[in-house]
């Protein structure tokens, strides 16, 4: 039997049994059910804002993925793979399901298997290898709804970083930057551009739904600033916890998890660890008899909803610390781009801008969390065991023990209270930032030139100056 074919699009129409991804039976059009598609190429906190708009206005989100050969024929060479594609999305809190394989073009019979009345997009334009609007039969059927891009950040921003080497990303302090007193222009700009920062902060920590709030997000520094809605929570020597997001406090019993890092072009690598940290704690939980009908039932009476067993605080370093140890121009983004992009992972409960690269336990005791749940330290403070290869050991992960920094361990007190915990290797095991920019470096012509199409002049010297740079840190073991 012949396959069945979109008259339209020309893509084929899968039978039951062979859809990507179940339900094989068609499922009945709700309104509220959405559907989105594209490449989500090193999925950032552009793509998961487009995401998080769209959750908004319904109460599931249906991702479809284009294939990386889909994605070549129409738009040129992808830098992360489809299965790479397919664990950033799943991660990302506001996704409801996940469709690999999904038509470059979208596809009336598609969308209406899975149920999906309306499909949504930013509000720029995406063609095909002809140069048509990949949405053309789906707004000819009134099923498109238009939700804004996400400002000030987009792929060929960040590949422009990685293909030259300035440094013009950086914040040099987020807490002076909340507060308006960093960046250039007028006191009214300044005044808009913490009430943007505020509220994307905000945004992304919300819930799946898109709307009530979820992870609780703190700067951390010396005198840290206490306007603008922010409130000092808890002190130490080193400094002070200024709360931005409330968010949830941990709840009965949960352990609280601390892990400190870069999180540099927030990519599978961080999420499978991430995702290996939560499967340790679920089976740490089912030994003590978390899951049993009793305890579930305990909690939800307590709660009035169930919870995890963990409750995963994230350190991020200023971009200043995380140069220091990694060189050239990292981080590729700056500590509020990475703020963002771990904010909307499903995997994370807080969030502490400017943490210390190190894990002192009188920081440590002084964490919200653990102040919240009574606790005098965390749990556990995990890191990953990955490897960059030809760095002689380094940790490329949290940038833990660089050796250009004369040896640095940000674990060591860690260890000696015996909270240190190493998570073995995962399915993206060799992925980090490093990787992701040599990815770049190896096809640096093909991404010129798409940059140059884009109107970014100037990026063949800066490439050139990368790659030699990338190659002496790679020599000096960084």
Known sequence: MAPRVDPEVGCIIPEEGQWPVDPQKDVDIAEDRLWIDGCFDFFHHGHAGVMLQSRRLGSSL?????????IAANKGPTVMNLAERV????ACRFSTAVIPH?????SLPWISHYGCKYVTHGDDITSDASGEDCYRFVKKAGRMKIVPRTPEISTTDLVGRMLGCTKEHFIPSLTARLEGKDGNGSEEQHKQKVEDMRRRIKDYAAAPNGKDEFVAVYTYGPGAARSNGSHATASSEQGTFTSIVPGYDPRPDQRVIYIPGAFDL???GHIAFLQSVTHLEEKLARDRGWYT???????????RKDYSPAYVVIGLYDDSVVNRHKGINYPIMNIFERGLCV????????VVFGAPDNTNPEFLGSLPACKANEAELPSAIYNSNARNPGSKGHDAFADAR???????DAFVDARALGLYVEIQEHDFQDVN??????????KRSEYEERQRKKGVKSVGEGAIRRLEMEKELAARGG
């Open 62 to 70: 249906i991702v479809g993925l284009h294939s990386d050969a889909d």
């Open 87 to 90: 664990a950033a999305v799943d």
């Open 102 to 106: 999904a038509p470059y073009v979208t």
């Open 266 to 268: 927030f990519n599978p």
């Open 293 to 303: 009908p009793e305890a579930q039932q305990n909690r939800i009476s307590t709660s």
């Open 343 to 350: 904010m909307q992972c499903k995997y994370v409960h807080a």
């Open 402 to 408: 660089n050796p250009g920094s004369k040896g640095h």
């Open 433 to 442: 930032a490093a990787q992701i920019v040599s990815r770049i470096l190896e």
